[in-house]
């Protein structure tokens, strides 16, 4: 497995990571807000400065701090202590844009008095910082932007690491590592280590020639027991994850019995606590164990192939209800976060939402309510 750990800000790849420096030295200047997409080194880059600074980092996720209560007790103590160790402290809230969900009411306004009064460095890290509900957070923070990354920057780096471990490799599948994950330094490292084979780069490398729709790879993963190529399988599909789970879950029994199938569902609901866990929290890192236990997990499930063609069936019933599901995604959320603010019932809200919609269309309702761009753009569509 191969960790690339960077120590000092210089070794970021495809950022400015001066600025970081910059703000740190800045004694006027308490916290930092750094948004990009995810992989971009948001994260790596705030352990990069604590290790180059001796600083004594403290990280809190905001999938971990529910509400303003949390937010008050656990961040809030926090940013008012000194290090216990002599050292600088820095304060990491990774994935900021998870505070404000469907329970979080009044922890963006609980964070923004904890900004104003600190007395250690905080940073924070967000995928989407340009919602409304983030604006007070903007004017409080310094902001700065991380970029995908350049794949010819991730092939330099996949290439380093290959020289500093002695692995040989092929360069062209190293750029085609680089440049098939859209700027995501973590998800080509990741793909590394998955074609990382006794100390070689695996040859088989794009496996989009032979994978060319959801039939073909389910075939795989139900036929196969080779882990190298069961690993890589999903990553050759441009269809939704969520999808390809009820595809899955659709055609086991056909493929599977007895012991078998019970292994594979096993795996398959470990990969439904990992989907529960992204979708609830925004755990997007959790998405590669996600796909690991829908492909190689449910592959290895099995201890011999059946031989027979079985053709697979589309989860229609099953795949109209999470559509539907989808749909009303929008409407459940709107009327919880009503109804959280003016405790009363869910239930009401949402079945008087026709009614209720018509004042939420004013922005300074939607903004007490904290929607989302994505919220108020559904309303404006829909209404």
């Known amino acids: 497995m191969t960790n690339h750990i960077p120590n000092k800000l210089n070794e970021i790849i495809g950022q400015d990571t001066s600025k970081i420096l910059k703000w740190f030295e800045n004694p006027g200047k308490k916290s930092l ?24 980092i403290l990280e809190l996720n905001s999938g971990d701090l529910r509400n303003k209560e949390r937010i008050k007790n656990v961040i809030g103590e926090a940013s008012l202590q000194h ?16 505070i404000s969900g469907r329970h979080d009411y009044g922890g963006l306004a609980e964070l923004n008095k904890i900004i104003e009064n600190t007395k250690n460095k905080i940073i924070l890290t967000a995928n989407e910082i340009f919602d409304s509900k983030f604006s007070m957070l903007r004017r409080k923070c310094e902001l700065l932007e991380f970029k ?17 471990k002695k692995v040989k490799y092929n360069e062209i599948i190293l750029k085609n590592i ?26 088989v490398g794009d496996l989009r020639e032979y994978a060319q729709d959801i039939n073909e790879v389910l075939r795989i993963i139900f036929k196969s027991r080779d882990v190298d190529v069961l690993m890589k399988i999903l990553s050759t599909l441009d269809e939704d994850l969520d999808e390809v789970f009820l595809w899955i879950d659709e055609n086991l ?9 019970i292994n594979a569902y096993d795996k398959l609901s470990k990969a439904d ?19 690991i236990l829908m492909s190689a997990g449910v592959g290895l499930s099995k201890k011999e192939k059946r031989n027979l063609y079985i053709s697979y069936q589309r989860p229609s019933r099953i795949l109209k209800m999470w559509i539907a599901n989808n749909r009303n995604a929008k409407r459940k959320s709107i009327a919880e976060k009503f109804a959280g603010k003016t ?5 009401k809200a949402y079945k008087e939402f026709d009614i209720l919609v018509n004042f939420l269309k004013d922005e300074k309702l939607a903004e ?16």
């Open 33 to 56: 807000l750094i948004h990009g997409p995810t992989g971009v080194g948001k994260t790596s880059s705030v352990y990069a400065l604590a290790r180059e600074k001796n600083l004594e």
């Open 83 to 98: 290090s216990l160790f002599g050292r600088k402290k820095l304060i990491l809230i990774d994935e900021v844009d998870g």
């Open 148 to 164: 995908h990354v350049d794949y010819l920057d991730i092939f330099k780096l996949l290439k380093k690491i290959c020289d500093g």
């Open 178 to 203: 680089a440049r098939k994950n859209n700027g995501d330094v973590r998800a080509s490292l990741i793909d590394l280590n998955m074609n990382m084979i006794e100390d070689k780069i695996n040859e």
């Open 253 to 261: 029994d056909k493929e599977y019995s007895e012991d078998d199938l």
């Open 273 to 291: 606590v990992y989907r529960g866990r992204i979708l609830r929290r925004q755990y997007y890192r959790f998405l590669v164990y996600q796909s």
């Open 343 to 347: 405790h009363s019932s869910v239930n």
């Open 368 to 383: 007490e309510l904290e929607l989302d761009d994505d919220e108020t753009e559904w309303i404006r569509r829909n209404f």
